[in-house]
C-alpha cells in the first residue's frame, strides 16, 4: 500500500501535458517572464484536481530554461535533457518533500511529513545549484506537514536562497500556520469539466474504453487523479455492485451483500474495500445535494436508473440520510482507529442505509 501511496504522488512528474487550469498556468508563465517571480506559490484546490501535475510542469519548464515547447503556456520539450532528469527524479537542483517511511522498522510510510524531510531541504538549499540556474521544491502535500516541520519550512520562507522556487501543493490550506500562508503567493485551483477529466483518462489509459472514461470521469467530479484511480481499482464495477446492493433497499439482500463484503478481504482486498467506501459516501454526499436542490434536481447517471432509484430512496425526506450519513463517517473513522474487520463495517453499513431507507 505503500508503495501504492508513493507512486501516486510521484506520477505526475511524468504527465504529458497540462488539461485545464490555463489561467493558474499562465499566471505561473507571466510570473515567470516578468523575472519578479515569487519564491513561494500555494497551489490550493481539491484532491486530484491536477494541482501537481501543474507544479511539475512548471518546474520542468524552468529547468528547461522557460522556453515553451507544444501546447500550453508551461510546455516543455520531453527531450530536452533538465527535462528528462526532473521527470526520472534525477535532477540535482529539484526535489519533492513527501512523507517518508519511518527510520525504524517496520519502515511504514508515515501519516505526516516530519521535520526531517523539511530539514533536509534546508540542507539542499544550502549548496550552490549544480546545474547554475533555479533550484525548485515541490511540497506535496504541505498539508501533510506537522507543526515542527511546518514551522522548518516558515524559516526557509522566510530568507530564501536567491533564484529558488518553492510550490506548495495544498488540499486543505486551513491546516497550515498562518505565518506559512502569509508568505506564499495562492493559487486557488478549481476541479474540472467532465470531458476534461475524459480526456486526461484518454491521454494517461488509453486502453480504457470511450463510455468506459466518460463513466469514470462523471464518478471522479472533476477530480482525475481520483478517476486515475477509480480505473486502477475497478470502480465503475464496484460502483455497479454498490447500486445493486442499493436497490433492494429498504430490505437487505443478504446473499449479495456478504458476496460483495468477502471482496475485501486480506490485504489484496483493501484498496477496493476503501474506493467501495469512497464511491458509497460520494453516492450519498450526490443523493443529499439532489435531494436538497443543491445545484438543480438533475441527477446525471452513471448506471441506468439510478435517479429512479435516488428518487424513492429518499422519498421519505434527508433527516434519515443526513443521520446515516453521520453514522457511516464515525464508523469509517473508527473501523481504521482499531482495525474493525472490513466484512463487519460494510454488514453495519448497510444495517444503517436500511434504516434509513425506512425512514
Excluded at 530568507?159 to 518553492?166: H, K, Y
Excluded at 486557488?188 to 477529466?197: F, K, M, N, T, Y
Excluded at 436497490?247 to 483493501?270: C, I, M, N, W, Y
Amino acid at each position: 500500500m505503500s508503495d501504492e501511496i508513493i507512486a501516486r504522488i510521484e506520477a505526475p512528474r511524468a504527465a504529458p501535458a497540462l488539461i485545464g487550469h490555463e489561467a493558474a498556468a499562465s499566471t505561473l508563465a507571466d510570473a515567470w517572464r516578468s523575472e519578479r517571480l515569487a519564491h513561494a506559490w500555494m497551489l490550493s484546490g481539491p484532491p486530484g484536481i491536477g494541482k501537481a501535475t501543474l507544479a511539475w510542469q512548471f518546474v520542468r519548464f524552468i529547468a528547461a530554461g522557460g522556453v515553451q515547447v507544444g501546447q500550453g503556456v508551461l510546455a516543455s520539450d520531453p527531450e530536452h535533457l533538465a527535462v528528462r532528469q526532473v521527470i526520472a527524479g534525477a535532477h540535482p537542483d529539484c526535489r519533492l518533500v513527501r512523507r517518508s517511511n519511518n527510520a525504524r522498522p517496520p519502515h511504514k510510510l508515515r501519516t505526516e511529513i516530519s521535520v526531517e524531510d523539511v530539514r533536509a531541504v534546508g540542507q539542499f538549499l544550502r549548496h550552490t545549484a549544480a546545474m547554475g540556474g533555479w533550484r525548485t521544491v515541490i511540497v506535496d502535500s504541505a498539508d501533510a506537514m506537522n507543526p515542527n516541520a511546518q514551522n522548518a519550512l516558515l524559516k526557509i520562507l522566510e530568507e530564501p536562497p536567491p533564484r529558488t522556487l518553492l510550490l506548495l501543493v495544498c488540499h486543505a490550506p486551513s491546516r497550515l500556520l498562518p505565518t506559512v500562508r502569509s508568505r506564499c503567493r495562492t493559487l486557488h485551483l478549481r476541479s474540472l469539466a467532465e470531458d476534461q477529466v475524459a480526456a486526461i483518462l484518454a491521454q494517461q489509459q488509453p486502453e480504457l474504453p470511450e463510455a468506459d472514461r466518460q463513466l469514470l470521469a462523471r464518478l471522479a467530479d472533476g477530480a482525475p487523479g481520483w478517476a486515475l484511480d477509480l480505473a486502477e481499482a475497478g470502480g465503475l464495477d464496484l460502483y455497479r455492485s454498490l447500486i445493486g446492493l442499493l436497490e433492494s433497499l429498504p430490505a437487505l439482500d443478504s446473499v449479495q451483500l456478504h458476496k460483495t463484503a468477502d471482496r475485501f478481504a486480506g490485504a489484496a482486498g483493501e484498496p477496493a474495500y476503501r474506493t467501495f467506501l469512497s464511491l458509497l459516501q460520494w453516492w450519498m454526499g450526490r443523493a443529499i445535494r439532489t435531494t436538497a436542490g443543491a445545484g438543480g434536481n438533475a441527477l446525471d447517471e452513471v448506471v441506468p436508473g439510478e435517479a429512479a432509484l435516488t428518487a424513492r430512496l429518499t422519498q421519505r425526506g434527508l433527516e434519515p440520510w443526513l443521520k446515516a450519513w453521520e453514522k457511516v463517517a464515525e464508523l469509517t473513522l473508527r473501523a481504521d482507529a482499531v482495525n474493525l474487520d472490513r466484512k463487519q463495517v460494510v454488514l453495519n453499513t448497510f444495517f444503517e442505509l436500511a434504516s434509513a431507507a425506512r425512514g
